[in-house]
């Protein structure tokens, strides 16, 4: 039996788990750095960090795969478990599981496009929300006091909607939020306006639209932040985007869906010469109908005067008149009989007084009252200089007891901060602030010590 030389027998080299799963990293990245993989989404799993886990499978191998967040944030649709997808990514080696997984870059679902998949998603959920019902739809007003529009300065659809408000209605107020219709940002800015006109109640309606487009073109109106505010703005939304064929998200949200953004300044005002012609229409109406009124009511008082019962009533005031006259006429002649005697009556009185002297009661009168001054003079003079006495008297006792004649021979009142007057050094603690009052003036002191 041979044997084999040693220097013919390789040196064995050790890997590490750590350095072979890298170097496998190394070598699935440099063989499959970008690679296209169709398959089914299972065991599909978000993470807090916005990173999506799944597993792509057909129906003899899996693989597993996982979408950054960064690239999470661009998918037009919502991956969801089970369905068919096209994954672009590249291969890599997750060295925690010594496992090799996609990381995948695009996703698309298979035989269906990306957006078509993200409308159809977003249109279930909004309408298991009711924003797509009947009942919260409102109507358009008659005659709008302004109309708002959101739209780009740009496109054609503002010239249509100028147009034929122009022709329609020439001296109707519009108010134009100047928003993009398509590319990045263009939601949030259609958003922004809807918000806009909300908050500050210029208009009565809102049309907010474009022309027609690919779907990717009018993609910012199957945006979910446009669909919430139409749903969300104060006044009626007109959807206006891309052409009668064309439908968006938006159309469904909208109160009223127009075709084309013709047709929807065509819905929001009525030309002002049909108002007119209604408006003449309806005078002539309540001038034929208040002539027709006014004749049922003259025949109906020709009627009523020819009645029996109204003749009847006629005769009875007549007679309740002439038993007023006759009332009238009876007090008129007993006033007059009265004012009569009432004559009589001053002219015998008048005599009396005449026979009577005057002159000599009222000497007698005036004598009296005279005697009576006197003697109530020196009454009042008597009393006056008593009570004088006495008023002196007690200013006297008052300057003597007075607390201010008290606190000028050097005593004080001293009060506590609520206002209570100290009479016990006990009803203090140091520190406490005190008031005292003296003759002149006041003192702020604080207690130091207190002694019983």
Not at 160 to 174: K, S
Not at 203 to 223: A, C, K, T
């Amino acid at each position: 039996m041979s044997q084999i030389p040693l220097q013919l027998i390789p040196e064995r080299k050790i890997y590490s788990v750590t350095e072979l799963s890298a170097a496998l990293r190394e070598l699935l990245e440099q063989k499959f750095p970008d690679v296209w993989v169709a398959g089914e989404i299972s065991n599909l799993r978000g993470a807090a960090s916005g990173h999506l886990y799944f597993t792509l499978k057909d129906s003899r191998a899996q693989l597993r795969a996982v979408c950054f967040r960064n690239q999470a944030r661009y998918l037009k649709f919502k991956p969801q478990e089970g369905i068919s997808v096209i994954a672009r990514g590249r291969l890599s080696v997750y060295e925690g599981r010594g496992e090799y997984q996609l990381l995948v870059e695009y996703l698309e679902p298979a035989g269906l496009g990306a957006l078509q998949l993200a409308f159809e998603q977003l249109k279930q959920r909004l309408a298991a929300e009711g924003l797509f019902d009947a009942s919260r739809k409102r109507p358009l007003p008659l005659l709008p006091r302004a109309v708002g529009v959101v739209t780009s300065l740009e496109g054609a659809a503002l010239r249509d909607i100028l147009r034929v408000l122009r022709r329609r209605f020439p001296n109707m107020d519009v108010w134009i939020y100047r928003a993009r219709v398509q590319g990045d940002g263009a939601a949030e800015e259609i958003a922004e306006g809807l918000r806009y006109f909300t908050r500050h109640r210029l208009v009565d309606v809102v049309i907010v639209g474009r022309g027609g487009g690919s779907i990717e073109d009018l993609w910012p109106f199957n945006e979910e932040r446009v669909a919430r505010a139409i749903a969300a703005c104060a006044v009626p939304v007109i959807s206006a985007v891309g052409h009668e064929t064309d439908f968006t998200i938006a159309d469904f949200v909208a109160d009223l869906r127009a075709p084309t953004p013709s047709a929807a300044a065509e819905m929001v005002v009525r030309p002002k010469r049909d108002l007119l012609a209604e408006l003449a229409s309806y005078s002539r109406h309540m001038a034929q109908l208040i002539r027709l009124r006014l004749s049922q009511g003259r025949a109906r008082l020709t009627e009523l005067s020819l009645s029996r019962a109204l003749q009847t009533m006629l005769s009875r005031l007549n007679q309740q008149a002439q038993r007023v006259d006759e009332a009238a006429s009876a007090l008129d002649r007993h006033l007059r009989q009265q004012l009569h005697e009432s004559r009589q009556a001053l002219t015998a009185a008048t005599a009396g007084i005449r026979r009577f002297d005057v002159r000599r009661l009222l000497h007698l009168k005036r004598a009296s009252i005279h005697e009576r001054e006197l003697h109530l003079g020196g009454a009042f003079a008597t009393l006056l200089s008593a009570k004088g006495r006495r008023l002196l008297h007690l200013e006297d006792l008052l300057a003597e007891r007075s607390p201010l004649t008290i606190l000028g021979r050097g005593y004080s009142i001293t009060r506590a901060a609520d206002g209570r007057i100290l009479r016990d050094a006990a009803d203090t603690q140091p520190g406490d602030s005190i008031t005292v009052r003296l003759a002149r003036g006041e003192l702020g002191a604080t207690v130091k010590e207190r002694k019983p």
